[in-house]
């Protein structure tokens, strides 16, 4: 797509600062919260409490998909051992359907509180495998490739440096502007990541 | 309150075991920073492996061949080559089973319950205790998938539909077993998978050849360390570690309601559930201390697992150590004040009946005596005597196991039906490759995987909070 006729090389990805150390960093995030980006990031090794605010992000849904999960686990559970063990006879289950009601040991065919383990286990097996999938699918992971990868300092982000990206999409970028106002905040080194 | 020393990142201290309320001691030592801390845990996992680890490696893998040729044996010739039998009809299956699950509930106890509480200490142990659990539920896996007498219709536990109407047997706890124990292995393999990506990332960026940056980079799921991600990953971290922590109190309950729902003396116990989390969790502690005292010396990582973690953890093995034995001596009580003369004979006949020695009394030593040296704090610093205690653990806690199933099943209630429990060359070899399998797998995650959670590591250092290199004032933000 191209945008217009100056325009020759591959797109404009965004530009990474990188900092050295918490100090430089938190001063740094503040000014671009109170620059208005909004299509920006910060990289870093670990996750740094209280980022969130500095920046301006919102807190996830992520608790919300884990709730149904687990709600949905548990009725599961409900239905796996209720339905099949119980089946529709002297039971509050509206089905009409039988499963496999087996009398043992004149044990009553509606032994909710021995079927509490079960139900239990499946609660918790819906609920933890939705929030690591959930939490994948909101982060956009598996993403085996992204611009910021082709910069060689950039692999720092992992190990002992941060990063402020501010991306091309940005209503307020400009590659000029944005360069010398990231200088300014302190940054180690500028870099021009193309798409 | 700017009592803290600040020399603590320049020099060296060797002991961060004090408790001096006004002086918080490091988590870290050494005058380690970010990079370094990086390096250390990185070079494991990318440079070539130490000669202790490939002998280690390579024995443990000939006793791990050993066992599946020994499961193939069994297969084609069947359960009778142990030494179950009537009236012992579960024997070292289910010993080794409860033993190795209970084995691996440090991991698990490590990671969440020690997360919700915010001990920051954990953040050096967690990655490998986690590892350690999911071999151990490997290995604890087996025995009952080979212990049913047909595995190749293990399948038949699960919950299928099926033209046979056979359908299993939810009011049994050896079904709530299959639901709990797979469940388990599950979250607890995702737990520590998820936990891994970032540090999986740090190794890929750092890797120079192509094979090993395409291996760790389809691993790390391009995991690039956005602080947007981190929210997510923190919250379902914290959210993983919540579900976590009543899955580990449930599976271990719940391998003891195996005995517990029984009518039988010395299992029919109300006791059994918090018993057995706290004799599993006193076991896996054993293990974890094991597996870290050697590995931080092997793999030179005695600046982030210190003194401190190994005091904490004899701490925590001591504590549980004492709610054994005292469930063991609420057993006896229970026993004598229940008036049940099926019971009372029992508990006479644990201590001094056929397995007094090679059962009671072995149980009795090495969990309830031997570990009580673990008060002393001289003890807790040598490593030699840390090694003593947690290796008189890990076979007390298999013994106690042993006098469970033995001693209540070879004296029921029917005199004419007693028998004495005879194990097999095949009992005692199994079990021992067994830990060839454990050995193998946590030997190939040593040398491939982070064995330290490095993102978390750092995120309990100095260094991770602002102002950190103006006032040296701070009580560790990160503790809070």
Redo the contacts between chains.
């Keep these: 797509m191209a945008a217009d006729a100056t325009t020759t090389g591959p797109d404009l990805y965004g530009i990474i600062a990188e900092f050295k150390?918490?100090?430089t960093?938190?001063p740094a995030v503040r000014k671009c919260r109170d620059e208005g980006f909004e299509k920006w990031?910060?990289?870093?090794?670990?996750?740094?409490?209280g980022?969130?605010e500095e920046?301006g992000?919102k807190?996830?849904i992520?608790?919300y998909f884990?709730l149904v999960a687990g709600l949905l686990g548990m009725s599961t559970g409900i239905i796996?051992?209720v339905y099949?063990?119980a089946g529709p006879i002297n039971t509050w289950l509206w089905v009409n359907l039988e499963?496999?009601p087996?009398l043992?040991s004149g044990?009553p065919f509606n032994?909710f509180a021995?079927?509490i383990?079960?139900i239990?286990?499946?609660t918790?097996?819906f609920?933890?495998?939705t929030?690591?999938f959930?939490?994948?699918g909101?982060?956009g992971?598996?993403?085996?490739?992204?611009p910021?990868?082709k910069s060689q300092n950039?692999?720092?982000?992992?190990?002992?440096r941060f990063?402020i990206c501010v991306e091309a999409r940005d209503p307020r970028f400009d590659p000029e502007t944005t360069s010398n106002f990231l200088r300014d905040l302190g940054a180690e080194s500028l870099e021009i990541i193309e798409e | 309150m700017s009592t803290i020393n600040p020399s603590y990142i320049t020099s060296v201290p060797s002991d961060n075991t004090y408790d001096d309320p006004a002086e918080r001691p490091p988590l870290i030592t050494g005058a380690n920073d970010f990079t370094s801390v990086t390096d250390k845990v990185v070079d494991i996992a990318l440079g070539k492996p130490n000669p202790i680890w490939w002998a280690a490696f390579l024995t443990a893998s000939f006793f791990a061949l050993l066992f599946f040729i020994q499961i193939g044996i069994l297969f084609v010739t069947g359960v009778g080559i142990w030494g179950n039998n009537q009236p012992v009809s579960w024997g070292f299956p289910i010993i080794n089973f409860v033993f190795w699950v209970g084995i691996g509930h440090a991991g698990t106890l490590i990671s969440a319950i020690l997360f919700l509480f915010r001990q920051n200490w954990r953040t050096s142990i967690n990655r490998f205790a986690e590892a350690m659990t999911i071999f151990a539920v490997v290995c604890a896996g087996i025995f009952p998938l080979i212990h049913v007498g047909r595995p190749w219709l293990a399948f038949w536990l699960f919950p299928y539909p099926n033209q046979m109407a056979m359908w299993p047997q939810f009011r049994s706890p050896l079904l709530w077993d299959v639901f709990a124990v797979s469940t388990y292995f599950s979250v607890s393999l995702a737990f520590w998978y998820v936990g891994m990506v970032p540090d999986l990332a740090t190794i890929r960026d750092r890797a120079k050849n192509r094979l090993t940056q395409m291996f760790y980079g389809v691993l790390a799921l391009g995991w690039n360390g956005s602080s947007r991600h981190w929210q997510r990953f923190e919250r379902m971290y914290l959210l993983l570690a919540a579900l976590a922590t009543p899955l580990v109190l449930s599976v271990h309950s719940v391998v003891s309601f195996d005995f517990a729902i029984s009518q039988l003396p010395g299992w029919h116990t109300t006791i059994f559930p918090p018993y057995f989390v706290a004799g599993a969790i006193y076991g896996g502690f054993a293990m974890v201390l094991t597996l870290a005292v050697p590995s931080r010396a092997i793999f030179g990582i005695q600046d982030i697992i210190t003194p401190r973690h190994i005091d904490l953890m004899c701490k925590v093995m001591l504590g549980t150590g004492l709610i054994v034995t005292f469930a063991y001596t609420v057993e006896f009580f229970v026993a004598a004040y229940s008036n049940h003369h099926f019971e009372q004979f029992l508990f006479l006949n644990r201590p001094f009946g056929p397995y007094k020695w090679i059962g009671f009394w072995c149980m009795f030593t090495l969990n309830c005596v031997i570990p009580q040296i673990l008060w002393y704090k001289p003890c807790r610093q040598n490593l030699w005597t840390v090694m003593l205690a947690a290796m008189s653990v890990n076979a007390g806690m298999w013994f106690e196991r042993y006098v469970i199933v033995v001693t209540s099943l070879h004296r029921d209630f029917l005199p004419s039906s007693w028998d004495d429990f005879q194990p097999t060359f095949y009992d005692f070899s199994m079990f021992a490759c067994s830990f060839g399998l454990f050995f193998s797998l946590f030997l190939i995650f040593l040398k491939v995987l982070p064995i330290v959670a490095i993102a978390e590591v750092k995120s309990v250092m100095p260094q991770a909070h602002e102002g950190h290199g103006h006032d040296h004032g701070h009580d560790e933000k990160g503790g809070a």
Excluded: C, G, Q
């Design positions: 150390d918490m100090d960093l938190m990031d910060v990289h870093a090794p670990f996750p740094i409490h980022i969130d920046m992000v807190r996830t992520l608790p884990v796996l051992t099949t063990m499963a496999y087996y043992i044990k032994s021995a079927w383990p079960p239990f286990e499946l918790i097996l609920s933890a495998f929030a690591v959930a939490m994948l909101l982060n992971l598996p993403m085996l490739y992204h910021l990868f950039f692999r720092r982000a992992t190990a002992d990063f």
